[in-house]
């Protein structure tokens, strides 16, 4: 089992940065894709940026120039700095990893952080 846990949401004004952070309880190394998700009140989680264990990155299209994932496996640790932040970027972010067990695809989440942007 890996345990995720997300850290570095909070309140932030329009324009402004956040870097949230995914620190694994053990090596990431088998994850062969980690990546971030959020959810807003009411509606479904969806994806924000993923990083393969080569390095690399996809973004939706949302938050793509503004949003940059990385990963440190020394660390064992994922990043999402978060840049000129809007509105619709209120939401809970989640952390997600993926493993190959058996030949079998494995979810890992996080319990989320809240990232509330405001004016």
């Known amino acids: 089992q890996v345990q995720l846990v997300e850290s570095g949401g909070g309140l932030v004004q329009p324009g402004g940065s956040l870097r949230l952070s995914c620190a694994a309880s053990r090596s990431i190394d088998s994850m062969y894709v980690m990546g971030w998700y959020r959810q807003a009140p009411g509606q479904q989680r969806n994806l924000v940026a993923t990083?393969?264990?080569?390095?690399?990155?996809t973004y939706a299209d949302s938050v793509k120039g503004r949003f940059t994932i990385s990963r440190d496996n020394a660390k064992n640790t994922v990043y999402l700095q978060m840049n000129s932040l809007k509105a619709d970027d209120t939401a809970v972010y989640y952390c997600?990893?993926?493993?190959?067990?058996?030949?079998?695809?494995?979810?890992?989440w996080g319990q989320g952080t809240q990232v509330t942007v405001y004016s």
């Open positions: 990083i393969t264990s080569g390095g690399t990155t």
């Open positions: 997600n990893g993926k493993a190959l067990i058996i030949g079998n695809t494995r979810d890992y």
